[in-house]
């Protein structure tokens, strides 16, 4: 059964990683874009996690778990070599509804880790549900190289049209037709103007659809 991608806000949310390996280290990595407050638990760690810690980035305790380290957790990871405690840290965050990745077990997981193309706000995750991780890392290149850099900055660029869309195109329609043209606009144009230029483009098009224009 393929993996549903849920998309979760890990904001200021307490991460706990069991184990300071090099696996443990990447999974970090790829979380710390998104924002939430991790916690390492383990009795040594590789450089860039204790780098991490010394620049306060991230909480590092130097010992072995117990389980009372979940006590606050939104989600945890198990990524130590040691399966015994893999497999408790799984069966305590199983009991407490914590949400759990073992890193060498898929059957240990309640949620797994995707590849990720990021610009911005703008993510894609990628998933074989488990299956073949290499795939995940082919299918994230080839994503990725279509996706250009700028597309996250056109993100923010055009929410506002979109807010203001919300409440001046009533008609549904119209509206979703106005976004379409508008965001075309920016990501065709968005390397060849100027950002005043380019939004002064955005603005005409967006007051050939506004309501007070047509009434
Ligand atoms: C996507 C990515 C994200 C990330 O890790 O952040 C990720 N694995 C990546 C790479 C990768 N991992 C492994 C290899 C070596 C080749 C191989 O073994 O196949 C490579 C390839 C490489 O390194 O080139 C080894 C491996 N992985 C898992 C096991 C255990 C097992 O399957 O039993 C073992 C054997 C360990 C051992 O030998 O002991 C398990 C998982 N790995 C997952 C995610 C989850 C499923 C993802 C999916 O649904 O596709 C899942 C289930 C759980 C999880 O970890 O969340 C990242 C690519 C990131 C990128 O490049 O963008
Ligand atoms: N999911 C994946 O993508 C993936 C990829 C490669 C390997 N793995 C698996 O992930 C596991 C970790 O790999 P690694 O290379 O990071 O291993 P590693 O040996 O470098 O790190 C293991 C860490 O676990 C810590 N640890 C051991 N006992 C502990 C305890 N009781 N409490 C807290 N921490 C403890 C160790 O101190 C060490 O820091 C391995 O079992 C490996 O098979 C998973």
């Known amino acids: 059964m393929p993996v549903f991608p849920m998309f979760v806000d890990l904001k200021g949310k307490r991460c706990v990683v069991v ?41 590092l305790l130097l010992r072995e778990y117990r389980e009372d380290d979940l006590s606050e957790a939104f989600v945890a990871i198990a990524a130590s070599d040691d399966e015994a405690v893999n497999e408790s840290v799984y069966n305590s965050c199983v009991k407490r509804g914590i949400m759990v990745n073992t890193v060498d077990d898929p059957e240990k997981c309640t949620f797994i880790f995707p590849a990720i193309v990021r610009r911005g706000d703008l993510v894609v995750g990628v998933s074989t549900s488990g299956r073949y991780p290499s795939m995940s890392k082919k299918v994230r290149q080839h994503v990725g190289a279509s996706i250009p850099p700028y597309w996250g900055e056109a993100v923010d660029l055009l929410e506002p049209f979109r807010v203001r869309a919300k409440e001046e195109i009533k008609n549904e329609e119209k509206r979703k037709r106005a976004l379409r043209e508008i965001m075309d606009e920016a990501l065709s144009c968005y390397e060849k103007y100027e950002r005043q230029q380019l939004l002064l483009r955005l603005e005409r098009i967006f007051e050939g659809y506004a309501d007070y224009e047509n009434d």
């Open 19 to 59: 184990g300071g390996g090099n696996v443990a280290a990447r999974k970090i990595e790829a979380l710390m874009a998104f924002g939430p407050a991790i916690t390492v638990v383990s009795p040594n760690a590789v450089n860039e996690i204790v780098q991490l810690a010394d620049m306060r980035q991230i909480d």
